[in-house]
């Protein structure tokens, strides 16, 4: 079946430093992949997605890029602020059953200090 | 344009009992689904409709239901809870289904804790 494997956290980073949170997935067929990410106490909101190979999804200096050849959708910052501080799921949804549906990877936990 | 809203935000229910949340999608969307969300095992999916129809079931038992009305609002219900079913249940809400791309949208979740 479908799944998505994120890399474990929590990942504690300096205010500016470079981010990567690593994001692997297995699917059948052709998948939509997307990064959300959540606030304590909140909702997911979406950050940005890419629906097929080699497509960059980019939002608020967040990127990530589409890779088929290696399965993989890699979320990157140049440079974080302690606003950045949240839990973000890598994503993958597919066609199943004439409906939609995401598989999540299990969150990573990003910390930003001072 | 609003968003995806969820209501009760918060509920504590009793072992026993049964819960209903309530979703109304994004204007225009008619696709509807739910999740689970646990720190054990993390977002899972329970359900979609479209059109009023259920398209797609995770694996949860049949303690869990769910319904779309004509208007695309969805509602979900818990019945004979147990205290595993502790969780935040998300309702998210798409244009269609199907597609390549089709951009799922979440609300800010009903937190439900059973004592």
Not at chain 1, 57 to 78: D, P, W
Request: charged fraction near 15%; proline fraction near 3%.
């Amino acid at each position: 079946g479908d799944s998505v494997t994120q890399m474990e956290g929590p990942v504690t980073l300096s205010e500016e430093a470079f981010l990567t949170i690593n994001c692997t997935y297995t699917a059948t067929g052709y998948p939509s992949l997307f990064w959300y990410v959540q606030y304590p106490g909140e909702g997911l909101q979406l950050l940005l997605k890419a629906t097929k190979a080699d497509d960059k999804g980019s939002n608020k200096g967040f990127e990530a890029t589409y890779r088929k050849e290696t399965t993989s959708f890699h979320l990157e910052k140049g440079s974080v602020q302690v606003s950045d501080s949240a839990v973000y799921f890598c994503a993958l949804s597919t066609v199943t059953g004439g409906g939609n549906k995401l598989t999540f990877g299990t969150g990573t936990q990003l910390k930003v200090e001072l | 344009k609003a968003g995806v809203t969820q209501t009760p935000r918060y509920l504590i229910k009793t072992r026993g009992q049964q819960v209903t949340l309530s979703c109304s999608p994004i204007s225009g969307h008619r696709s509807v689904s739910w999740y689970q969300q646990t720190p054990g095992q993390g977002l899972q999916f329970l359900f979609e409709y479209f059109s009023e129809t259920q398209r797609n079931k995770g694996n949860f038992p049949g303690r869990f239901s769910g319904r779309q009305f004509s208007n695309s609002r969805s509602e979900m219900n818990v019945s004979t809870l147990e205290l595993g079913d502790s969780a935040l249940y998300l309702c998210a809400s798409s244009l269609a289904v199907g597609g390549s791309g089709n951009t799922i949208y979440f609300g800010e979740g009903s937190w439900l804790t059973v004592v």
